[in-house]
């Protein structure tokens, strides 16, 4: 790798400071400059508290660890030392202080894999300045992707979770981004047990591996594994071999409680935990439109205290760059959602969108899509007929077959794209009328009782002549 130039910066009163509960700190109180990638140095900040940070014009492409959490959430034990970040004007940056051992847990993390630096996008980015905050935001999809690892702290930088501790991360979303951009993403969390291989249940035969970072006190795993045994409802110690077996845990947690899976398979399953787990796992990846697709059921299903965010926290996943100062609404999350939505027609991406939230109501702004959720009272929630309901009850656990349409989007937000079409009429029977719901060729079943039956095609003019392609536009309503 090239040797990239440095500075470090630091404040000689820094560690008095952050032994003291309620101070606040910010990179400006060490005279940093904008629109720089700063890092936290994790052996001075393990031994006495110091906060030294090294800055880079240019990232340092694996040589840091970037730090996934959820603001305000869980707040710090007893008698931990806890300081703020400073936000703008008079305010911190979050409702809820820091807790000086969980930051320190999270360096002896990185310093565990010999990495000697760490990304925490409170205190590495100058909360207080808009400006470097945007800037920030643009570059925070590379800032996940080319780090050495990412650690997910579930419940904030104020506590460290149990794994039967259920945490808000999975609801969030700029944690989307965190989990899907990076090679490994590992979890931190509180384990009295020794290191051991693991699986998610009895039959799986691929082991990972649970690593101390404080002996019998903290210890990380891959987020594969976790959001496995989430599905699995299981986790399971193992040696070195698959068939073998130390102890089973029935309380996993951490990232939420799914239906134990049955005969059928994970049909069932908690899409907010299945969806994830398919967009981060290896097999999807080659497949682009559907990779997309999981990515908007996921997204879908999160929700950011902003909403303009919540198009922006996913962007760099899709290979498209937003400005998100351009936004001047951030409660408006629509327009960034058909901008991204156009870049990738215009790049020749599938419209992968489409089918993300069969059940939840079109937006009325945006008609090819679901209308999007909230963040209410901890819940992400979306409106349907009956009034706020949780955003993943409205979502399946499945794809969409065949090939993704492409075309264009137009300024107004419509979908205009070319493609085979068939006219349908509406049955007399409906999905009550006894039968089975299936497609008997001449039928289509509506998500409702509603059935649309295929009209009779004339025969073409001449052999090896097809129905005529036509323009359809989705009308918004």
Not at 61 to 85: C, M, N, Q, R
């Amino acid at each position: 790798m090239a040797h990239l130039e440095w500075e470090t910066i630091d404040c000689p009163d820094t560690a008095s400071q952050l032994h003291e509960t309620g101070k606040r700190f910010s990179p400006t109180d060490l005279g940093a400059e904008l629109y720089r990638y700063r890092f936290i140095e994790c052996n001075p900040f393990v031994n006495n508290g110091t906060l030294r940070m090294r800055v880079y014009r240019k990232l340092p492409k694996l040589s840091y660890v970037a730090v996934s959490h959820v603001w305000d959430g869980f707040p710090a034990s007893l008698g931990d030392i806890t300081f703020e970040a400073q936000g703008k004007g008079s305010f911190a940056a979050g409702r809820i202080a820091m807790s000086l051992r969980v930051i320190q847990e999270a360096c002896r993390a990185a310093l565990k894999k010999k990495i000697e630096l760490i990304w925490i996008d409170r205190l590495c980015m100058i909360q207080s300045n808009q400006d470097d905050i945007n800037w920030q935001f643009r570059k925070m999809y590379k800032i996940y992707k080319y780090s050495a690892f990412c650690l997910v702290i579930p419940a904030g930088l104020a506590q460290i979770a149990a794994l039967n501790q259920e945490t808000l991360w999975i609801n969030r979303g700029w944690t989307l981004q965190e989990a899907v951009a990076p090679e490994d993403v590992q979890v931190i969390f509180t384990w009295e047990r020794n290191e051991s291989w693991a699986k998610p249940h009895r039959d799986a035969k691929n082991l990972h591996y649970i690593t101390h970072i404080t002996p019998r006190r903290t210890a990380m795993a891959p987020l594969e594994l976790l959001l496995d045994c989430a599905l699995s409802g299981s986790l399971i110690l193992t040696d070195e071999s698959p068939e073998s077996f130390i102890k089973e845990f029935n309380d996993i947690h951490v990232f939420g409680t799914s239906p134990k899976p049955n005969e059928s398979g994970y049909k069932n399953a908690s899409p907010s935990i299945a969806m994830l787990a398919a967009a981060i796992s290896k097999n999807l990846r080659a497949n682009e439109d559907l990779l997309h697709h999981c990515l908007w059921k996921c997204m879908l299903m999160r929700a950011t205290k902003e909403r303009r965010d919540m198009i922006i926290s996913v962007m760099g996943s899709f290979g498209v760059k937003l400005r998100a100062e351009k936004y001047t609404d951030k409660d408006d999350c629509v327009k960034p959602a058909a901008d991204l939505a156009r870049e990738l027609l215009k790049n020749g991406k599938g419209a992968s969108w489409l089918g993300a939230s069969f059940f939840a109501l079109p937006c009325p702004r945006l008609s090819t899509f679901p209308i999007f959720p909230r963040f209410l009272d901890n819940k992400v929630l979306i409106k349907d007929a009956h009034g706020f309901v949780p955003a993943s009850s409205l979502m399946l656990n499945e794809f969409v077959g065949g090939q993704m349409l492409r075309g264009r989007m137009d300024e107004g937000g419509y979908f205009n794209f070319v493609g085979l079409s068939i006219p349908v009429v509406r049955a007399s029977r409906t999905l009550y009328d006894g039968e089975k719901q299936v497609d008997t060729g001449n039928y289509l079943w509506g998500l409702w009782p509603t059935v649309w039956e295929l009209c009779p095609q004339p025969k073409p003019a001449k052999k090896g002549k097809h129905v005529l392609s036509r323009t359809n536009r989705r009308r918004r309503h």
